[in-house]
């Protein structure tokens, strides 16, 4: 839930926004698919909106998703990519 201070047609970061899961969803979902024999969960990807013209929204959001991703190599999630989406 970050606010990327861009126009709100094209932003993607907040929760009433379009996109994307909260923390707790994303940890279940990791879980589920580690346990498929089909998917294997190797990365962890963001986008907040486009058009930033300010850091602080994309640092804020990489601390929290790389807290996410600590969390989830801890639970043996053998993360390889972490992908800071944007445009």
């Known amino acids: 839930n970050i606010d990327a201070k861009t ?3 094209i932003s993607t970061g ?3 926004n379009k996109f994307g899961v909260g923390e ?3 940890l279940e979902m990791f ?3 580690k346990k498929s024999a089909f998917l294997e969960p190797v990365s962890v990807h ?3 909106g486009s058009q930033l013209l300010d850091l602080e ?3 804020e959001a990489s601390q929290k998703v790389a807290k ?3 969390s989830l190599i801890a639970l043996g999630i053998d993360l390889r990519f972490f992908d800071v989406g944007g445009g």
Do not use: D
Request: proline share 10%; glycine share 0%.
């Open 7 to 9: 126009h709100p047609y």
């Open 14 to 16: 907040l929760k009433e």
């Open 24 to 26: 707790k969803e994303a």
């Open 31 to 33: 879980l589920w698919a």
């Open 46 to 48: 963001f986008h907040i």
């Open 57 to 59: 929204p994309i640092i």
């Open 68 to 70: 996410i991703a600590k």
